[in-house]
């Protein structure tokens, strides 16, 4: 016979308070430095959910546990897992094989390098962290954690994979100080560019770096000088046999690439010709022909295979929450699917924000569930308004790539276009 849960029996696998209260106030060292990246490296993915149990067993916890159990289960609630969507497979893929090729390599003087586009809340950072996180395990494992290109004798930190974000006003400098900030480099005030550029050279090399990824890489905007000389320092990089990983909003519609357009047939970005290719030849081999450009989609509820995608996500979520009258089918059930890509239009971002928050809401108002009505208290601010089912998600406050938008006029200013700095009023 089982026996029942007694008021000294906690729910099994709930920690004490200390533990909780240290799951929630404890601090991570910042992601950009080799001390926060290895912190996320080793502690991403570990977090047990609060156990399973009913209504019936928590009214038998004595109140103090039962506090203890409610905060576990915020935190649970709070800190929902990344799945294996299509999309983050996809990036996945892509970044797997491009290091798997490029470390390999032995008289290629450049490494192709990978960008990762899309729009706010659709995982491009959690997926290329993961897609990191899964190299460097595999990378430290073949290597025995030992950096093969140390030299005898000496004992430099071995960092397979940086993770920096581009500086909010970009310059080589700038960005090179990033870097270097990564290891917690000392560096001179006074030291010029090439010092700077050579510093992070071997740091790369001296610390066995392989990938270099560089987040918020949006922040470049193309007719600022600066920003194009940081973007020629990239492709410098590139021949340090490092793979660079970028990633932002909107890259193909920043001009990073030049202005692009979307195919919906193809449901990539497109780029067009330059007409300056046909006089020079040259100038879309310099970034276009480095990068490999992959667009990270939302999800999509038009065909069996994708509503089924959509499906077992949100059966993934389901299983993760804790509510005490959570039931099967809570959220894969009758129209709650086609409710929720409604109202997250399969962004997987705010699909996540609107189920952390319907959670807390469930717990707050004592209902341990969540069905349509307690969402539709829930105030969800979408990006744009609704698209349809084959056309991107596209901010209403974003330019829309390929084609020009409307500034107001600013005094004359010096920008680079495709032949070169040229002079022009209104950019």
Same mark, same amino acid.
């Given at each position: 016979? &089982?026996?029942? #849960? ?12 200390? $533990? ?69 497979? @996809?990036?996945?893929? #892509?970044? !797997? /094989? $491009? ?24 995982? =491009? ?47 080589? =400098? ?9 290891? +917690? ?24 770096? =392989? ?21 020629? #320092? ?46 020079? %030849?040259?100038?879309?081999?310099? &970034?276009?022909? !480095? ?30 929450? !804790? ?18 890509? !409604? ?10 924000? #609107?189920?952390?928050? %319907? ?46 938008? &409307?500034?107001? @006029?600013?005094? /004359?200013? &010096? ?8 002079? +022009?009023?209104?950019?």
């Amino acid at each position: 016979m &089982t026996r029942a #849960l007694s008021h000294d029996d906690p729910p099994k696998g709930l920690p004490a308070r200390a $533990r909780i209260a240290e799951l929630i106030l404890g601090s991570r060292p910042p992601l950009d430095t080799y001390v926060g990246w290895q912190h996320y490296r080793t502690h991403c993915g570990l977090l047990v959910p609060a156990a399973t149990i009913s209504p019936q067993q928590w009214s038998m916890l004595p109140e103090s546990r039962q506090y203890d159990y409610d905060l576990y289960r915020e935190l649970t609630n709070a800190n929902l897992p990344l799945q294996d969507t299509p999309m983050h497979d @996809k990036v996945g893929k #892509l970044i !797997r /094989r $491009r290091l798997s090729g490029n470390t390999r390599k032995k008289d290629d003087p450049t490494r192709a390098g990978v960008m990762i586009s899309g729009w706010g809340n659709y995982g =491009k950072t959690a997926s290329v962290r993961s897609a990191g996180v899964v190299f460097e395990d595999q990378w430290l494992r073949l290597h025995s954690c030992l950096n093969p290109g140390a030299l005898p004798g000496t004992r430099d930190l071995h960092a397979p994979v940086v993770y920096v974000s581009t500086p909010v006003t970009a310059t080589p =400098k700038s960005l090179c100080a990033s870097i270097l900030g990564f290891f +917690r480099a000392p560096t001179r005030r006074s030291a010029t560019l090439p010092e700077l550029v050579r510093q992070v050279a071997d740091s790369l090399h001296d610390h066995g770096v =392989k990938a270099l990824i560089l987040d918020d890489i949006s922040r470049l905007r193309m007719h600022r000088a600066d920003d194009q000389d940081v973007l020629d #320092l990239m492709r410098a990089f590139m021949s340090l046999d490092v793979t660079l990983i970028l990633t932002g909003v909107n890259i193909p519609g920043i001009g990073l690439l030049r202005e692009a357009k979307w195919n919906k047939e193809t449901r990539q970005w497109e780029m067009p010709p330059l007409e300056s290719t046909r006089i020079h %030849g040259l100038e879309i081999t310099q &970034t276009e022909h !480095r990068f490999e450009l992959i667009e990270l989609d939302r999800f999509r509820y038009i065909t069996p295979k994708q509503i089924q995608a959509f499906v077992n996500h949100l059966e993934g979520i389901e299983q993760h929450l !804790r509510l005490l009258n959570a039931q099967e089918g809570m959220l894969t059930g009758g129209t709650m699917p086609e409710y929720l890509m !409604r109202r997250t239009g399969g962004v997987v971002g705010l699909l996540g924000r #609107l189920l952390e928050d %319907g959670a807390q809401e469930a717990m707050e108002s004592g209902k341990e569930l969540i069905d349509q009505s307690l969402l539709d208290e829930i105030v969800l601010r979408r990006d744009g308004p609704e698209q349809a089912p084959d056309e991107p998600v596209i901010p209403a406050d974003a330019p829309t790539a390929g084609k020009k938008t &409307t500034r107001a @006029k600013r005094p /004359r200013n &010096t920008v680079f276009d495709d032949h070169g700095p040229a002079e +022009r009023a209104g950019t």
